[in-house]
């Protein structure tokens, strides 16, 4: 996983988060989904069916939001300073009410979907995000 980790953090022109624990975490959770379902699903949000939620994209890591807006709500894949991207998402967007406008200081990295921004809604579905590690 941390081959992984590290790998598209360069990609997408993101840093790991400065407290190395909130990294650890993340990391840890994706790894136990990776041996329980055998896909990166993501550790934060909370799936009424985590085996039916591992047969789509959306929340597989790097999951939709991130390629879409380039945020990350786990705080795997962030700024130099540890706070998460959001001047791409939508308005009324939880990450923008939590962190406001965080501007992106590598623009021309990631967001390889950024095409499908204005037609998908923020995919909530049967999930309900859990508090990050730093919240
Ligand atoms: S929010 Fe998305 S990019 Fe961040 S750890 Fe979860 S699945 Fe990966």
């Not at 591992?54 to 786990?74: F, S, T, V």
């Not at 991207?85 to 009324?92: A, D, F, N």
């Not at 406008?101 to 049967?126: C, E, M």
Request: glycine letters at 8%.
């Amino acid at each position: 996983m941390w081959k992984y980790v590290k790998g598209f953090a360069e990609k997408s022109g993101t840093a790991m988060h400065p407290m190395p624990t909130v990294t650890e975490a993340v990391v840890k959770g994706l790894a136990m989904h990776m041996d329980e379902l055998g896909k990166p699903l993501c550790p934060c949000n909370f799936y009424k069916d985590k085996a039916a939620e591992a047969k789509l994209r959306r929340w597989m890591c790097a999951c939709d939001e991130m390629q879409i807006y380039k945020y990350c709500h786990c705080l795997l894949f962030v700024r130099e300073d540890g706070l998460p991207i959001t001047e791409y998402l939508p308005e009324g967007h939880e990450g923008r009410e939590v962190y406001g406008i965080v501007t992106d200081p590598t623009p021309d990295k990631g967001r390889a979907l950024k095409h499908k921004a204005a037609a998908t809604p923020i995919a909530s579905g049967d999930t309900s995000e859990s508090p990050s590690p730093t919240r």
